[in-house]
């Protein structure tokens, strides 16, 4: 059973670039989260979605969008890439949270995308 | 949610238990606690969670007070290989189909031969 699969594993832009990172869910899994990780920092919240609709956000910028598809893969999308947007994003999946405590809302992470900007 | 407050690091030696504990002052009735290990370079990976009392799987246990104002995470007998960062985090239960985790700044925990 395949875990979350992030592309690429690891990329370089430029100043201005945009940037496209993939990935693919935990098989059984129907919500995506996106964070961002900077050297010795913890995870920050970016977004999710769940039934293709973004249905949380965290304090970024609109530069960063995303997009869930009827598989529940997901894209998450920079505009604009600045210095600060270097840092590891990482993808996770679970099963939507039914409001019991069964394992549902578990947290799945893939390896993440390292983004470096130039 | 509520906020967590949790140390910044701890060490510890082979073989000992370690016991990290975090603060959830301001948690709510239908927020539960949930415990991450993250290596470097690599996602956080599930530890274990709960809502009250004791929870024991094969990795860990949570003890939380009846207060659930704080919470506990005991690793038993440690090796090299728990070297890592540790995230309490604190969620809510919805009734809907999302969720939402707040990772804090972590405890890094170094363990020496």
């Known amino acids: 059973d395949a875990g979350v699969t992030q592309s690429p594993t690891h990329l370089i832009k430029t100043r201005g670039q945009q940037v496209t990172l993939r990935c693919s869910p935990k098989s059984g899994h129907d919500t995506v989260s996106w964070y961002q990780q900077a050297l010795g920092q913890g995870p920050q919240f970016i977004f999710q979605?769940?039934?293709?609709?973004?249905?949380q956000r965290g304090n970024f910028p609109d530069r960063f969008s995303g997009h869930q598809f009827p598989n529940y893969s997901s894209e998450l999308n920079v505009n604009a890439l600045l210095l600060g947007d270097s840092a590891l994003y990482l993808c996770a999946s679970s099963l939507g949270d039914r409001g019991t405590l069964s394992g549902a809302n578990v947290l799945t992470f893939g390896a993440g995308s390292r983004l470096t900007v130039l | 949610l509520a906020k967590t407050t949790q140390p910044v690091s701890m060490d510890s030696y082979e073989g000992q238990e370690v016991n990290i504990t975090c603060s959830h002052n301001n948690i709510a009735t239908n927020d539960y606690i949930t415990w991450y290990q993250q290596f470097p370079s690599q996602g956080p990976r599930f530890i274990i969670q709960?809502?009250?009392t004791k929870v024991t799987n094969e990795v860990a246990s949570l003890f939380i007070p009846a207060d659930r104002k704080s919470s506990t995470l005991s690793l038993p007998r440690v090796s090299l290989s728990d070297t890592a960062v540790y995230y309490c985090?604190?969620?809510?239960?919805?009734?809907?189909?999302?969720?939402?985790?707040?990772f804090g700044a972590g405890t890094r925990l170094a363990v020496h031969p």
């Open positions: 709960g809502y009250k």
């Open positions: 979605y769940y039934e293709e609709e973004e249905r």
């Open positions: 985090l604190v969620g809510r239960l919805f009734s809907g189909g999302y969720n939402k985790l707040i």
